[in-house]
Every structure is written in C-alpha cells, then in structure tokens.
C-alpha cells in the first residue's frame, strides 16, 4: 500500500491513465484524474474509482497544452488534498504523418501535451516534494522511445524526450533520497486506442477481428500477446512504494521482451 499520498494522472479519462487513477485509489491515494471525454461518462468513472476505493476522486479537464489551464490542475490538486505527492504524466496525443507531410501545427500540439506539459507540470510539483522530502514522478515513454517506427515522428520525438525529462529530473533530485522520476516504456497495450487502429487495420486488410488483433501485434514484433492496462498500473503503484526510492532515472520496459529482442529473427 502506498496511502495518504495525493496524486495527480494526467489523461486518466481512460485507458492506462484510468487504470493508473484506479490502482493509485486502491493503494490509499486521493486522485486528480484530467483528460478529456464525454462529461457523464468521466463523472461515472470517477464516482465508481472513489466509491469502489474509499479514495478521495477528483477530476480536472484541463487541456494539458494550455499552460495557465496546467497550472490550474496543479493548484486544484494542491487546493483540494493539500499536496501533489505523486505526478504520473500519462496523457498522450498521437498524429500519424511523414516528416514531410507533417503539419507544424500538429507538430507543436503533439510536443505541447507529450513533452512541455509533462516538464512544466514537474517543475510546479517538484518545490512541494522537496518540501516534504517525498515525492515520485512516472513519465510514459514507450518502445517508441527506444526506437522508431516510421509515421510516428512526433511520438518517438516525444517519447525519447521523456526518458531525457525523466533523467534530468533524477538528476537534480538524486540527493533528496525519497524522491524518484521514472519512465516506462510499454509494448503494446490492449485500450481504447489499441483498439481503434485493431479496427483500422481490420478494415484496410479484410482481416478478421480476431486475425488483425494477432496481425497487429505480429507486425510491431509483440509475438506473445497484449499487456493488460492494469499491469502497466501496477509498475506505477510499484514504483509509488516507499520500497522503490532507490530506483529513479530509470527507463523500464514492460514490453514482453520486445525491446530486447528487436534482432531476433533479423537474420545473422
Ligand atoms: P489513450 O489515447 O487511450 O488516452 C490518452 C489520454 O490523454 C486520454 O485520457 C485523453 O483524453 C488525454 N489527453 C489527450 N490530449 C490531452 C490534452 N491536451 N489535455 C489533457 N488530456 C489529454 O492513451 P493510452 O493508450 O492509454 O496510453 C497512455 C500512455 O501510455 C501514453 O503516454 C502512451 O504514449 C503510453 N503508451 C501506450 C501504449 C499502448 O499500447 N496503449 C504503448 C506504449 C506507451
């Protein structure tokens, strides 16, 4: 268990970051959940995490590329429980474009939400944890922070930043023993958004449901299955643990082996 600590996860609406909100409120922890989606939908998952857990449950809608609206979540968070203990920047915004096609536009949303907003939101929470002597930061990363694939360039971009970010980070507080920041680098992960491009590749290919969830995984190398959101939730509770203050500035795959095996079957 974790408990009392006051945690904020950003796009949390659904998929990891919802699953992150859950496990966090499970281990004892008030939530700022943030993220966008249909508002009865976000009120109902946010009551079920808060009345299945006994957490307190609160949600902000700030849009992350905003700046004075990120500052605001920091300061709700902070109104509301007192502190921000743990941040978890999972929110993510993905285009799918080649360099030369690639809208700058798009380019600088992409970087506001993947990279700025988790870099501002840090340097807000990180006076408090000092503060206190106690805090943790997990950053997403991805696989696509450890190599490319091709149409991604604002995802691998933001992705390898993150494990620059995360490392900085550990850097400058590497002398305050109980604060950490660290980033996970998940294969791929069964959410809504997995989904979604299961269904795209389904429709492009005249593939079955079932054969373009197997056609999906074969082609990124994933050979031995989805990871399941809550696994991915459970490393970030993990790593929230007072047991893991010795672990910061660390890039941790949880990939089944993806990342360790990109050669295998490459040939001699
Ligand atoms: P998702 O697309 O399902 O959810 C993204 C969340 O971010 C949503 O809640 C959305 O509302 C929120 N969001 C988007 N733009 C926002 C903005 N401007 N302001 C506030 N919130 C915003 O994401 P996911 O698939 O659950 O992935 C979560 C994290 O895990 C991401 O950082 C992603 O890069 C990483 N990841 C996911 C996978 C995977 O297979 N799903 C694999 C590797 C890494």
């Known amino acids: 268990m974790i408990e009392s600590r006051n945690a904020i996860v950003t796009g949390s609406t659904r998929g990891i970051g919802e699953a992150i909100a859950r496990a966090l409120a499970t281990d004892g922890c008030n939530v700022m959940m943030n993220g966008f989606g249909d508002a009865d939908e976000i009120e109902r998952k946010r009551a079920s995490i808060e009345a299945d857990t006994g ?47 690639f809208d700058r536009k798009d380019w600088n949303h992409a970087l506001a939400v993947n990279v700025t907003a988790p870099f501002l939101l840090s340097q807000n929470v990180l006076p408090g944890m000092r503060a206190q002597g106690w805090g943790r930061i997990v950053n997403f990363s991805s696989v696509l922070g450890l190599a490319a694939r091709s149409g991604r360039a604002d995802y691998v971009t933001s992705k390898t930043a993150m ?83 010795d672990i910061t500035g660390a890039a941790i795959p949880i990939d089944r082996g993806r990342s360790a095996t990109w050669l295998d079957g490459a040939g001699e």
Do not use: W
């Open 55 to 101: 957490a307190t449950v609160k949600f902000h809608g700030a849009d992350l590329s905003d700046e004075n609206q990120l500052d605001d979540l920091t300061s709700s968070a902070v109104d509301a429980f007192g502190s921000v203990d743990i941040l978890v920047n999972n929110a993510v915004i993905r285009y799918f474009h080649d360099i030369e096609n």
């Open 163 to 245: 494990l620059g970010l995360t490392r900085a980070v550990a850097a400058e507080t590497r002398s305050e023993k109980n604060i950490t920041c660290n980033a996970l680098c998940p294969g791929s992960v069964l959410t809504p958004n997995t989904e979604m491009k299961i269904a795209e590749l389904a429709d492009e290919t005249g593939l079955s449901a079932d054969e373009a969830k197997d056609e999906y995984l074969r082609r990124r190398g994933q050979t031995t299955g989805y990871i399941e959101p809550a696994r991915v939730a459970g490393l970030v509770t993990f790593l929230c643990q007072d047991a893991a203050s």
